[in-house]
């Protein structure tokens, strides 16, 4: 079978699952561990090409079959990776049925609106993978940090956040969300990269620098959000994300996997006496053209 996964055996990265309800110590999760790729990265070509194919084609079914929704949620801080996921994992894929919504700062209708408004007209048609660029966790993660809604706002936000991704699971979306997990140091060393290479200046952002010193504030946040919001429904994975190449392994597994288990059907094929019946009327337009 094309689709089968040989891999999968040898990759658990179900293992990066976070329970539901359970306790969260960001500093228990090594970012730069690679535990389920001994063999390195060289090793890890071959597979992260076969995911990318098995992508590919599942994409092309669940396009096709026209009933699944995929919904892929991307978090994580500055320079872990976001972008790298989406240009990486998604290569090839077929860019119709697949589409990428960025959540900046809001805008002065969006912040007049709740803060799920902007979030729910961004969620997956039938057929289609959304991934989410930053997503509505931004509302209980940069929203906090800074303090832009009183704390007895966002701390209602949690169950909020769950109820809607349990509406959107009930209506036949699968989410799959991913914190991309890097540490400071190797934060710092993406940042100097962006400074040294003129052609990557442009992805520096001086206001990363203030977001880098709260970086801890951050954590706290982030350990609350995968504590509280990591449900059986909408699952979070904490991905070490400092090798991108394990990250991409990491998700790309995991999202071929999921896609599996969704157990997509192509559409029936045409009868023989369809096909026929199709041949029939093709070829009297030749004869009549
Ligand atoms: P990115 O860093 O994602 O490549 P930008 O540099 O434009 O893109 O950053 C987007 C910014 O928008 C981030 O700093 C993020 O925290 C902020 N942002 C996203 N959603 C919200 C929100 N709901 N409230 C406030 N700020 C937000």
């Known amino acids: ?23 969260v110590n960001l500093d228990d999760f090594d ?22 194919r098995q992508l590919e084609a599942l994409q092309e079914s669940l396009y096709a ?24 994992v998604f290569e090839g894929v077929n860019p119709q ?3 990428v919504a960025s959540f900046k700062v809001p805008t002065p209708v969006e912040l007049d609106h709740d803060y799920l408004w902007r979030v729910h007209q961004q969620t997956p048609a039938r057929g289609e993978i959304v991934i989410f660029n930053r997503s509505h966790y931004e509302d209980v993660l940069v929203v906090r940090v800074h303090s832009l809604v009183p704390e007895a706002v966002w701390k209602k936000r949690y169950e909020q956040i769950n109820a809607f991704e349990r509406l959107l699971t009930d209506e036949g979306t699968t989410i799959l969300k991913f914190f991309l997990h890097i540490d400071p140091q190797e934060q710092k060393e993406r940042l100097l990269e962006r400074l040294e290479k003129p052609e990557k200046n442009w992805k520096f952002n001086a206001g990363d620098l203030k977001e880098r010193a709260l970086w801890k504030e951050y954590m706290k ?4 959000v995968l504590e509280k919001t990591s449900t059986p429904w909408a699952p979070w994975y904490v991905v070490p994300a400092n090798k991108k190449w394990y990250r991409d392994l990491v998700i790309s597994t995991l999202l071929v996997e999921t ?9 029936a094929p045409f009868s023989a006496q369809e096909i026929a019946e199709f041949r029939r009327q093709l070829s009297q337009e030749d004869r009549s053209g």
């Open 65 to 88: 079959e026209h009933k699944h929704r995929v919904l892929v949620v991307l978090q994580g801080m500055d320079t872990s990776g976001k972008d790298g996921v989406i240009r990486r």
């Open 31 to 52: 970012p730069a561990e690679t535990r389920y790729a001994p063999g390195g990265k060289e090793n890890a070509e071959q597979s992260l090409l076969q995911l990318n």
């Open 259 to 267: 896609l599996q288990n969704l157990e997509i059907r192509l559409p």
């Open 221 to 224: 946040a982030y350990e609350d």
């Open 1 to 23: 079978m094309g689709l089968a996964l040989p891999t999968e055996r040898h990759y658990p990265m179900h293992t990066y699952r976070i329970d539901p309800g359970k306790k």
């Open 97 to 99: 049925g697949v589409r």
